[in-house]
């Protein structure tokens, strides 16, 4: 079992960037694929990136591509997701999230864990 805290979130202009992480606890920390989703309000989960459990694999949604960047520590238990050329629609609650299961899943229901979420609003 592992459990995930985010922060980092806060209050940003478009065009910013935020570095948001999630420590993790639980010695079996390195075996999970982690996974970053957000919820804007009246919205569905979204997801928005993945890395697999050395970090070597990732995988991101379109909308986020070549401006957020997901990376792990393993040695550390955290996960970041570096967000750049950030938007008004990048205006969410910011999850992390852990699955054994599947790996790299774009699918928010095949996540097993979930931390409390950190908000993130970005300012036109």
């Known amino acids: 079992q592992v459990q995930l805290a985010e922060s980092g979130g806060g209050l940003v202009q478009a065009g910013g960037s935020l570095r948001l992480s999630c420590a993790a606890t639980?010695?079996?920390?390195?075996?999970?694929?982690m996974g970053w989703l957000r919820q804007a309000p009246g919205k569905e989960r979204e997801f928005l990136a993945a890395?697999?459990?050395?970090?070597?694999?990732?995988n991101y949604a379109d909308s986020v591509k070549g401006r957020f960047t997901i990376s792990r520590d393993n040695a550390k238990n955290m996960v970041y997701l570096q967000m750049n050329s950030l938007k008004p629609e990048d205006t969410a609650i910011y999850y992390c999230?852990?699955?054994?299961?599947?790996?790299?899943?774009?699918?928010?229901?095949?996540?097993?864990?979930w931390g409390q979420g950190t908000q993130v609003t970005v300012s036109s």
């Open positions: 999230a852990a699955d054994r299961v599947v790996g790299l899943t774009a699918i928010p229901s095949q996540y097993e864990y």
């Open positions: 890395i697999g459990w050395d970090g070597g694999v990732t």
């Open positions: 639980g010695r079996s920390f390195r075996t999970y694929s």
